[in-house]
């Protein structure tokens, strides 16, 4: 199990190799050792305030190379981004979902990517957080917004799930609380009488395509900044930066 860890110099993260075993499994433990640095909120005084708490990051899209590269599977981009980046390896199945484990800086988390198809994807998300303890405001949804030009990102700390089923399912699962923390990445409305659908599971053209990769970059760092810092400046700063990203002065 991943444990939240104690205001001590420094701390280890230990989970069973096999992640589905029962809590007082005598099997081998994985050790993993990290130092006393997690996600710091700045408190009302100035004074930092840290929280010796694991991150739960999942990114929302649909299983299988059918849908590989498609405009509903940028949240599993964004996993698998933040994945190389860190050195996390996604080789796990847990609560139906490909997860990692490792850390951010010096801060732990959990990578997830349902395999459940997108409108189901709380069935993961719920069980993981119970199982690791995971609070609301550590679990980060990583997922695809129409409401958003092409390849903008947003930040918020909470909100409702905007007519997006994945997200709707996921508040579904955590008692249907909209309290938790979502990075959404703008993919653009559907031109003309285009069906939603038909355009969701469409592939990029090579314009966006671009725009995309480029996003999936600021949104690892994004997700960086969030997990090592908290809610502050910063994230304002990303949001309006992100908000007139295609303005040209």
Known sequence: ??????????FCLSFPRN??????????LVRVRFSVR????????????????PWLVVGLG??????????????????DN?????GIRMNTIQSKALIGIGSIGDVPILLAKPQTYMNFSGESVGPLAAYYQVPLR???????????????????????????????????????????????IGIGNPPGSMDVKAFLLQKFSSLERKQIDSSLEQGVEAVRTLVLNGFNNHVYRFNLGQKYKYHKV
């Open 138 to 184: 550590h679990i980060l949804v990583v997922y695809d917004e129409m409401s958003l030009p092409n390849g903008v990102l947003r930040l918020q700390p909470k909100g409702g799930h905007g007519y997006h089923n994945g997200l709707k399912n996921v508040m579904g699962h955590l008692d249907g609380s909209h309290g938790f923390p979502r990075l959404s």
């Open 62 to 79: 649909n299983p299988g190379s059918k849908y590989h590269g498609t405009r509903h599977n940028v949240g599993f981009e964004v996993i």
């Open 82 to 86: 933040i994945s190389k980046a860190e």
């Open 19 to 28: 992640l589905d075993c029962p809590r007082d499994s005598t099997k081998a």
């Open 1 to 10: 199990m991943l444990h939240a860890a104690s205001p001590a110099p420094g």
């Open 38 to 53: 997690c996600s710091v909120p700045e408190s009302k005084n100035g004074a930092t305030k840290v929280e010796y708490t």
